[in-house]
């Protein structure tokens, strides 16, 4: 079983995917932490010195690779991943993609948190988050709508509300 985590950034798919990975006792990857350990540079450092479209390629190359090497796992991706190339196809086809909807309201208050470490967001001025949250949501939506499973409120449920959600698929 692989199961693919998506969803804009700060929706908190690592945090969901490594409970999801311990409950279902197979392997987890965070698809950001493999390009960085296969770099060894940052994600930051990536974009700066080789481009967004490179780190696309790279993010590409990774996904295929864990794929072919584990046919158990819960992969958490990164926010664009499903947007890139044939990838949200890919994922569909070797395993269940789930699209944590997180409201734009939680996701505000976690990047506002978190945007140093995220190249696409870490020279926006605060009070231009949300409308790019907004913008970027609505260019994004129609690949993360192809998901197999859609959680509105992963906030609101329990471990075992959302690991039997994503059993039922
Ligand atoms: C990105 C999201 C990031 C990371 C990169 C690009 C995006 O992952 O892959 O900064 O395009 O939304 P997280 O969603 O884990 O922050």
Redesign the pocket.
């Known amino acids: 079983m692989r199961v693919f985590l998506i969803?804009?950034?700060?929706?908190g798919?690592?945090h969901w995917g490594k409970q999801l990975a311990a409950q279902l006792t197979i392997p987890f990857f965070d698809?950001?932490e493999v390009i960085t350990t296969l770099e060894k540079r940052t994600?930051p450092e990536i974009?700066a010195e080789s481009g967004e479209e490179s780190?696309r390629i790279t993010?590409k190359k990774c996904l295929e690779e864990l794929i072919e090497n584990h046919s158990s796992m819960v992969l958490?991706?990164?926010?664009?991943?499903p947007c890139f190339f044939n990838n949200i196809d890919l994922m569909k086809k070797y395993g269940i993609v789930v699209w944590l909807n997180t409201n734009i309201e939680i996701l505000l208050q976690r990047l506002l948190k978190e945007k140093l470490t995220?190249?696409?967001l870490k020279n926006m001025a605060d009070a231009e988050l949300k409308s790019y949250i907004i913008r970027k949501l609505n260019e994004r939506r129609m690949y993360y709508e192809q998901s197999d499973v859609i959680l509105d409120n992963e906030n609101s449920i329990s471990v075992n509300a959302f690991i039997q959600t994503i059993l039922h698929a």
Do not use: Q
């Open positions: 969803g804009f950034m700060g929706s798919k690592t698809l950001d994600i974009f780190f993010e958490s991706c990164g926010g664009g991943t995220r190249p696409l």
